[in-house]
């Protein structure tokens, strides 16, 4: 039998460096894999989790616990050593159903399973995997960017054995990881599961790494995959155009022909920057946080920070300490909740569990998917009987507030006038809800540091003006505004049968056939389409494997039928999109007192972000229905 990477390699570890790095592991993830060592069920049928949380890989076990089941497992995994460490025996589906349930802390129903087990992967075969066509011809694929979906779109393309070209407007791959490099820029989903679920995952420095980290990780993939000769970089798409038997791609120097186009261009890419009046005027340097400017240095200057979501929450605590003084302007305050790993570095002895005990990887991925995924939806589902739909959309909606207000008020409490500013005023979870392990409101209560909610009227030389007529001085502005999220695949031209163009068809509504795919353009298939983005847990990358299995179904359909053309059908294509509007509408991120967020388009509707639980989705895009399919 050959070994995967999850079920561990083999070791010499000594007794005391064994036990040492059993201070560091996760208990609940440690029992599961002495599970596998042994074949007995005892290992977790004696313990019990005292429950789930997101990034609580603890299972609130108590240290009398956690003590007895380290002393349990040193002699188990000596012995495992002693015997060579042979790849464990696979476990019956009943026991790996109870392990689930067990590591869940409740029932994993029987619609979660072909999502759960599929991540589990334990039997190391990566069943995303596309199978390998003997002949695919001059068929050839033009992909759009190389960020982790079109990294994704690479290694799987390559695996199917089909001919392709990455193009990628930036000189390096991991787009917003490569692009985003402002002070503090880093992931808040845990990296043991923001990674591909076909690569080991031991090599992480950060539970939550920053950019520099994820960025290499992402060059790394594409060496280990052999992906560098086939991504052009330094090259911008502007154009794709149908001519009714293949597409061109134009760059403005350079046009290529391809059967198919993905497009891997991601939903936060284009920065959005404020129109405020007189901006051109200012006499320093200002940027959008997406493109950084470091050959600025912020040290012993005033800084206005405009923009208090994801990126302005991370930036104002990494330059607090340089800046003689930071005003941030924050439009509307943000949810955020604990979390005390954010900022973590991953010890050594989770780093060697994760490479030797057997599927150790494989069920803290596990831990951070389940209670990470659809137990956020759960809170962002509006209950029409709960009946305060103001504060709150539900019971679960308003316990939600309740933890995040108790948080927030512990560490500003003691500062009314600060409190006031940074409590929301509508439905938790209904804007994105980050992170935070206290360092961004510790920053706020800095003597140097200023939060503004008065609105920005204009900009002057010399500062930022106020709707109130207070100008704050400053020598640098920091525009963290965000980007043109609702405009999906802005600003390439799309133009379909008939000369459609994408853009017009859409308007402010995009849709797509599952997300992907949208009737009259044929051949032409999208990762992070409209209604993909989770604002609800789970990952990104998690999302892209999915389409990019079913985007590979298609590809294959393309070429084994000999077919010319593929595109869906109007009609599932709209009842699609009717029925994700249904469900959207049906969410804490629609309510009416959310004003301002990038999840919704100018008219206050939401196109871009899915409504769905993982395993719906899952099971959508599980295999293409050809009958919801137009051929030639
Ligand atoms: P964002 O969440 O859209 O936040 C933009 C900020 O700029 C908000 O505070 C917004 O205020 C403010 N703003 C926009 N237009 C404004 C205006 N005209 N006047 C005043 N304020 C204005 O953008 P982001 O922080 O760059 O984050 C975008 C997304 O990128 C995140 O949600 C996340 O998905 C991703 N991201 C992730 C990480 C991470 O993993 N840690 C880090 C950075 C970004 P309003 O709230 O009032 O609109």
């Known amino acids: 039998m050959t070994r995967s990477f999850h079920a561990g390699q083999p070791f010499d570890t000594s007794e005391a460096d064994i036990a040492a790095a059993l201070e560091e592991v996760s208990i609940p993830t440690l029992l599961l894999s002495l599970v596998h060592i042994t074949g007995d069920p005892r290992f977790i049928r004696d313990y019990q989790q005292a429950g789930l949380f997101l990034n609580e890989v603890q299972g609130f076990m108590s240290e009398e616990d956690k003590?007895?089941?380290?002393?349990?497992?040193?002699?188990?995994?000596?012995?495992?050593?002693?015997?060579?460490?042979?790849?464990?025996?696979?476990?019956?589906?009943?026991?790996?159903?109870?392990?689930l349930d067990w590591a869940a802390c409740e029932h994993v129903g029987e619609d979660n399973l072909p999502l759960v087990l599929e991540e589990l992967d334990l039997d190391g075969v990566d069943p995303r995997r596309p199978a390998r066509l003997d002949d695919t011809g001059d068929f050839h694929v033009i992909v759009i960017g190389a960020g982790e979906s079109g990294v994704l779109a690479g290694v799987r393309l390559m695996q199917a054995g089909i001919r392709f070209t990455v193009l990628e407007k930036n000189s390096g791959p991991g787009g917003t990881w490569w692009e985003n490099r402002y002070p503090g820029a880093r992931v808040d989903v845990a990296?043991?599961?923001?990674?591909y679920s076909f690569e080991p995952s031991n090599h992480w420095d950060h539970f939550f790494a920053e950019q520099p980290e994820l960025r290499q990780y992402f060059a790394d993939v594409v060496a280990r995959h052999d992906l560098g000769p086939h991504i052009r970089f330094n090259t911008e798409v502007r154009s794709a155009r149908w001519d009714g038997d293949l597409w061109t791609i134009d760059?403005?120097?350079e046009t290529f022909t391809a059967n198919a186009v993905i497009t891997a261009v991601g939903q936060l890419n284009r920065p959005s920057v404020p129109d405020f009046p007189g901006a051109e005027t200012f006499a320093g340097p200002s940027f959008h946080s997406a493109a950084w400017d470091h050959s600025v240095d912020v040290t012993g200057k005033r800084v206005a920070l405009i923009g208090a979501g994801a990126s302005?929450?991370?930036?104002?605590?990494?330059?607090?300490?340089?800046?003689?003084?930071?005003?941030?302007?924050?439009?509307?305050?943000?949810?955020?909740?604990?979390?005390?790993?954010?900022?973590?570095?991953?010890?050594?002895?989770?780093?060697?569990?994760?490479?030797?005990l057997p599927y150790y990887g494989r069920w803290y991925r596990f831990l951070l998917l389940w209670p990470g995924a659809d137990k956020g939806l759960d809170a962002a589902i509006v209950d029409p009987d709960y009946a305060d739909q103001t504060n709150a959309v539900s019971e679960i909606n308003a316990i939600a507030r309740i933890m995040f207000t108790d948080w927030i008020t512990t560490q500003v409490g003691d500062d009314p006038d600060l409190l006031a500013k940074v409590l929301p005023d509508y439905p938790a979870t209904g804007k994105r809800t980050l992170q935070d392990n206290g360092s961004w409101l510790s920053t706020l209560k800095r003597d140097h540091v200023d939060l503004i909610r008065t609105p920005i009227e204009r900009i002057t030389p010399t500062g930022v003006v106020a709707a109130d007529?207070?100008?704050?001085?400053?020598?640098?502005?920091?525009?963290?505004?965000?980007?043109?999220?609702?405009?999906?695949?802005?600003?390439?031209?799309?133009?379909?049968?008939?000369?459609?163009?994408?853009?017009?068809?859409?308007?402010?509504?995009?849709?797509?056939y599952r997300s992907i795919a949208v009737p009259g353009f044929p051949n032409f298939f999208m990762t992070y389409g409209p209604g993909a983005h989770l604002?609800?847990?789970?990952?990104?990358?998690?999302?892209?494997?999915?389409?990019?299995?079913?985007?590979?179904?298609?590809?294959?359909?393309?070429?084994?039928?000999?077919?010319?053309?593929?595109?869906?059908?109007?009609?599932?294509?709209?009842?699609?999109?009717?029925?994700?509007?249904?469900?959207?509408?049906?969410?804490?991120?629609?309510?009416?007192?959310?004003?301002?967020?990038?999840?919704?388009?100018a008219d206050g509707e939401i196109h871009t972000v899915s409504p769905?639980?993982?395993?719906?989705?899952?099971?959508?895009?599980?295999e293409p229905v050809w009958s919801d399919f137009r051929e030639e």
């Open 67 to 99: 003590a007895r089941a380290r002393a349990e497992a040193l002699p188990v995994i000596a012995a495992y050593r002693d015997r060579g460490c042979p790849i464990p025996d696979p476990l019956s589906p009943e026991l790996v159903r109870e392990m």
């Open 469 to 512: 007529g207070t100008e704050y001085a400053a020598d640098i502005i920091v525009y963290a505004t965000g980007f043109r999220a609702t405009e999906v695949l802005f600003p390439i031209t799309v133009t379909g049968r008939d000369g459609a163009d994408l853009h017009e068809v859409w308007g402010r509504r995009p849709y797509a």
């Open 191 to 195: 990296n043991h599961f923001y990674c």
């Open 612 to 622: 769905w639980r993982l395993s719906t989705y899952h099971a959508a895009v599980y």
């Open 535 to 601: 604002a609800h847990g789970g990952s990104l990358i998690l999302n892209s494997e999915l389409q990019m299995r079913y985007i590979n179904s298609c590809l294959q359909h393309l070429i084994t039928e000999k077919l010319r053309t593929l595109e869906p059908l109007p009609e599932p294509t709209a009842e699609w999109h009717r029925r994700s509007q249904e469900e959207i509408r049906k969410t804490v991120w629609a309510h009416p007192s959310i004003t301002h967020s990038y999840f919704k388009n």
């Open 251 to 253: 760059t403005g120097n």
């Open 312 to 356: 302005g929450f991370q930036i104002a605590p990494a330059i607090a300490d340089k800046v003689e003084h930071l005003t941030v302007f924050q439009r509307t305050a943000q949810w955020m909740f604990p979390n005390p790993m954010y900022h973590e570095p991953v010890a050594d002895g989770v780093r060697w569990a994760m490479e030797h």
